[in-house]
């Protein structure tokens, strides 16, 4: 038996007495009852051995167990429910041996139904969805064996998969459109081409007008990520580098990140800190002082960590702009540092 039938009022209300162990005892002698259809052995132990009872506790179990759930035949140890569910289940053997056959041989006339009938679609021309119904098949070959032939040049075609027109909104089968006679010849309308008119499209695409990205835009992608290694400079005829005379002028967001990062600074221009840092002003002088003392706050706790935006920010904002700073002389880095930081990796 795979499953048998398990009523928890009946079960506990024959078994509410017994001990945590006997339950268990109790619940293993039952199902291995119904696993080999048969009754328990004779002797105890053999029992206890087939059910993994290995302490004395659990030996004793099986004992108690058996002395009042079962009943010592000569046949082995048996008990009355497992004896008639087993029963039961046997007379129903030959009811689902039957059903079970029945099942696989209709599960086989379909198949083999749905197979023809894919085969004799695909005679007309027509290959449906491979997960239609044997039902839906039917009805396609019904409506393509009861469509009205024609003849062109000696040879019949079907028309039941003839194309749909549209008029007025209204989709219309030209399948079973009314026969037309020209100079006495009946010509069949279903194989009609369609009579939609359709408007080409004159939409007009705009190409894309993007602009080339500024030198700000390309210091933030090449610090962003690990595509950039150096910017091609061409050569005078001295040999000496001459940077691209068409390259537009660094950001402040670039200039102050680059000003930071050649003095140890783990940021970006992308950084919010850094672009607000631009709007408001922020002048180099007052950049490196709070790079100086998040320098100084780092080595007295003796910390490794990289020196990033927001802490820079944090000091920038509470002890920096406090103190009025001296002007700068020059609002930025030159191009060159730019490209030779880039280049030498140190950016």
């Known amino acids: 038996m795979n499953y048998y039938e398990h009523h928890i009022g009946d079960y506990a209300e024959a078994t509410a007495h017994l001990s945590f162990i006997e339950d268990a005892a109790y619940s293993r002698l039952i199902r291995k009852y119904y696993a080999i259809e048969k009754p328990l052995p004779a002797e105890i132990k053999a029992v206890q051995r087939i059910v993994s009872a290995r302490s004395k506790d659990e030996r004793d179990a099986v004992g108690a167990v058996l002395e009042e759930f079962f009943t010592l035949q000569n046949d082995g140890w048996h008990n009355a429910r497992c004896d008639e569910e087993i029963a039961r289940y046997k007379e129903g053997a030959s009811e689902r041996d039957q059903k079970n056959a029945h099942e696989k041989e209709r599960t086989r006339r379909h198949r083999e139904e749905r197979s023809r009938l894919f085969a004799e679609l695909r005679e007309f021309g027509i290959t449906p969805k491979w997960d239609a119904t044997v039902t839906q098949l039917r009805e396609i070959l019904k409506r393509t064996c009861n469509a009205p032939e024609t003849r062109t040049g000696g040879e019949q075609e079907r028309t039941c998969n003839a194309p749909e027109t549209r008029t007025g909104g209204e989709q219309e089968r030209t399948c079973n459109a009314p026969e037309t006679r020209t100079g006495g010849e009946q010509e069949r309308t279903c194989n009609a081409p369609e009579t939609a008119n359709h408007t080409p499209d004159t ?114 904002s509470g002890e920096v702009l406090k103190k009025p700073a001296k002007p700068s002389r020059h609002h930025g880095i030159a191009d060159t540092d730019f490209r030779e930081g880039i280049e030498d990796g140190r950016l």
């Open 203 to 316: 939409n007009t695409h705009t190409p894309d007008t993007n602009p080339t990205p500024t030198r700000a835009d390309a210091a933030c992608v090449a610090f962003c990520t690990n595509g950039i290694g150096s910017i091609k400079k061409d050569k005078d005829e001295s040999g000496g580098d001459l940077a691209r005379a068409n390259s537009p002028p660094l950001s402040r967001a670039a200039e102050i990140a680059i000003l930071l990062r050649k003095r140890g600074a783990a940021v970006i221009p992308a950084n919010p800190p850094i672009v607000e840092w631009a709007d408001r002003g922020v002048t180099d002088e007052q950049a490196l002082r709070a790079l100086e003392i998040a320098k100084s706050r780092r080595a007295e706790a003796g910390s490794q960590q990289p020196i990033n935006a927001g802490f820079l920010d944090s000091i920038l």
